[in-house]
């Protein structure tokens, strides 16, 4: 991810041209970043484990030891398999839906896609961090923060199918995954071994 971070951030300053085109993009990223979240981490990190998804692709097998146990640093990460995938998934998904709103509004293609590339690709990396602190000892001061520390510990331990956003719960609020009191929600067996 801090290689495609960099080689985003190198491209985009030798292109140059920033715009409001720029501004357009990662507000829109900032936007969806939620609902690519909910569906990554649902039909690729929880695929079932007999799906054409695990079996060729691997993108859940880390994910499930994860929730095994989720204290265990090794598994808090994305592995480089899971990263390498995401970032070919996300350059891919930036593509298809930046590309064709740059050419409906006019102007240049290259330098506000490659912005929309970069925050993607922050994004991403924006997920691993606080993924990585909700599972450490730290406590989040900020409300924000501590909302999303409480969501994801509800989603290891209460019901697997709910609060999938990390960094965003709009994805969830939309697709009707966050409840209004986690007492909406039953306790789900399967929200270890992620299985059924």
């Known amino acids: 991810m801090v290689v495609a971070v960099f080689a985003a951030s190198v491209a985009r300053l030798l292109v140059g041209g920033f715009g409001w085109t720029d501004l357009?993009?990662?507000?829109?990223?900032?936007l969806l970043v939620g609902f690519v979240e909910w569906v990554l981490h649902?039909?690729?990190?929880?695929?079932?484990?007999?799906s054409f998804r695990m079996r060729r692709?691997?993108?859940?097998?880390?994910?499930r030891q994860h929730?095994?146990?989720?204290?265990?640093?090794?598994?808090?990460?994305?592995?480089?398999?899971?990263?390498?995938?995401?970032v070919v998934l996300i350059a891919g998904w930036t593509a298809l839906w930046s590309l064709p709103l740059l050419w409906l509004v006019g102007g240049p293609l290259m330098a506000p896609f490659l912005t929309a590339l970069l925050a993607a690709y922050v994004s991403l990396?924006?997920?691993e961090w606080v993924h990585l602190l909700v599972h450490t000892r730290y406590r989040p001061k900020t409300r924000f923060y501590k909302r999303l520390a409480t969501n994801h510990r509800l989603h290891h331990y209460r019901?697997?199918?709910?609060?999938?956003g990390v960094t965003s719960n709009l994805g969830d609020r939309a697709l009707q995954s966050y409840p209004a009191t986690k007492t909406d929600v039953p306790l789900s067996a399967t929200a270890r071994t992620l299985s059924g």
Do not use: C, K, Q
């Open 125 to 127: 990396a924006h997920y």
């Open 24 to 30: 357009l993009v990662v507000a829109l990223t900032v």
């Open 159 to 164: 019901n697997e199918r709910y609060w999938l």
């Open 67 to 86: 929730h095994l146990d989720p204290h265990d640093v090794g598994w808090i990460m994305l592995s480089g398999v899971d990263a390498a995938v995401f």
């Open 57 to 63: 692709l691997g993108t859940g097998v880390g994910h």
């Open 42 to 50: 649902l039909f690729l990190l929880h695929a079932p484990e007999d």
